[in-house]
């Protein structure tokens, strides 16, 4: 009886019913009830490591050998070693983002658990060369040891990305008996994202 009463009104109301667009017609009342499709899907979270520069040393020139050393902020130290002209010397750096999943508006604490392995002894003819005593300028985090698991929390985070950058320091030692090269050695950040409070 409400469907014959509803489309009585529908024939009133449509001088085209009897037409060729009576189907036009009566989609229109019907529209407001077939309002409907699949929800958007929200973005995924998502977690990027990215290095930016290299824990570089420069040119150095030795006798039998010695240490540099470069800390976070840039400056450096020497033993026994002697740099050459302005050859740049320079932190690793790097930044650690987490995206959050679209359509999340609150503030969020973000941890982040991060490691360096070993690097190797480096050996070329008449030199070999060691990386140690890594320091760093994240905030809780002064010294980091290889092997060792750091975590570290951002304070709370309101943007859709929330990302830190920091900087890794370290020292160089040489031991020489002749002629020179090229010391060249992978540094190897391993992170992850482990938990996200909010």
Known sequence: MLVQRALRRLRNRCPQWRGPTSTICAL???????IAGPARAATPASFVA?????????????????SRT????????????????????????????????SG?????????????????????????????????????????QPGQTVSYVMPACVSATCSVTFHIGGTLTITRSSGGGNL???????????????
């Open 28 to 34: 229109a009342l019907a529209t407001p009830l077939l």
């Open 50 to 66: 990215t290095a930016i520069q290299p824990l570089a040393f420069g040119t150095l020139v030795t006798a039998s050998g010695g």
């Open 70 to 101: 470069v800390s976070p902020d840039g400056s450096t130290s020497s033993n026994g070693v002697f740099p050459l002209g302005d050859s740049a010397s320079t932190p690793a750096e790097f930044t650690l983002t987490y995206t959050r999943p």
């Open 104 to 144: 999340t508006f609150l503030s969020v604490l973000v941890t982040f658990q991060f490691s360096l392995p070993s690097p190797p002894t480096v050996n070329i003819p008449g030199i070999q060369g060691n990386l140690s005593s890594f320091t760093t300028d994240l905030p809780g985090v002064a010294t980091l």
């Open 184 to 198: 060249t050695f992978p540094l190897t950040l391993l992170s992850t994202v482990t938990t996200v409070l909010g």
